[in-house]
């Protein structure tokens, strides 16, 4: 895989790190705007959920006092962009009260520790 | 080193806007490429001819377009974020029946896969914001 990297039909590791709430401003929005359109790129796609970020993939959002629209459900249909790998930063679940059960979609809970050592993996870290 | 460089806040508001500025500055100067800059989020304000900074103060909009015309830059603003916030070019004027376009000198619009190809074909892609 990263043989090719800068070449043509190169294929990349992609993070994308999501730190903030969904709603109060348009990070977690236009952030997975840029998932969904870079997976027509075919590259070696990852998403990590951290700090307030984790709220993103919280079950039961209910938007309609804020008049914005819950996107949400937007996450489970990932999986159809081959967009498989979702990790979410455990002390940040944790200390939010939240469990896997909570969450719209399978994810991989993994220490700070661990999502450092996937970072050090990416050739490209793009964070919301 | 081929730099791609994305741009995530708004000018005046926050200094990511300048930062990105200074380093891009700087990595022409000492020699480095740089692929292209990609305006997102709020950083599509950046591409706006109608900023009209207090005559003491740096202009960053007419900073970006010096720039790009001495250095050939490819200062690309993303459609979906300048859609949201009235960041129009004469055709996107045209399409969605605007009496204005805005965009500055060298300022191009195009769409969030230009950000993904700058990922791709540079060395680093480097993210200024919050």
Redesign the interface.
């Known amino acids: 895989m990263s043989e090719e990297m800068g070449g043509e039909g190169a294929v990349k590791k992609f993070m994308y790190i999501n730190r903030k709430a969904p709603y109060g401003t348009i990070y977690a929005l236009e952030s997975l705007e840029v998932v969904l359109i870079g997976a027509a790129f075919d590259q070696d796609v990852s998403l990590v959920f951290m700090d307030d970020g984790v709220y993103q993939l919280k079950k039961g959002q209910d938007t309609g006092g804020v008049d914005m629209k819950n996107f949400s459900p937007t996450y489970r249909a990932l999986e159809g962009y081959d967009v498989e790998k979702l990790y979410v930063e455990k002390e940040s679940m944790e200390a939010r009260g939240l469990t896997p059960d909570d969450l719209v979609v399978p994810v991989e809970v993994k220490t700070s520790g661990e999502i450092s050592a996937l970072m050090e993996e990416q050739d490209v870290i793009l964070s919301f | 080193m081929k730099f791609g460089i994305?741009v995530?806040e708004g000018p005046y508001t926050h200094q990511a806007a300048d930062t990105a500025y200074h380093f891009v500055k700087a990595a022409l100067d000492k020699g480095h490429e740089i692929y292209r800059v990609f305006f997102?989020?709020d950083g599509v304000n950046n591409g706006t001819r109608l900023t009209t900074p207090p005559q003491d103060d740096r202009n960053i909009v007419e900073r970006w377009s010096k720039l790009a015309e001495e250095h050939g830059l490819d200062l690309v603003v993303c459609v979906?974020?300048a859609q949201?916030r009235g960041i129009v070019d004469p055709d996107e004027a045209k399409r969605h029946g605007k009496d204005a376009d805005n965009i500055a000198p060298g300022f191009r619009i195009s769409?969030?896969?230009q950000?993904?190809?700058a990922?791709?074909?540079s060395?680093r892609?480097v993210?200024f914001?919050?």
Request: hydrophobic residues 45%; proline residues 0%; charged residues 20%.
């Open positions: 994305m995530n997102y989020h979906a974020a949201r769409g969030l896969g950000l993904i190809e990922g791709i074909q060395d892609l993210v914001g919050d």
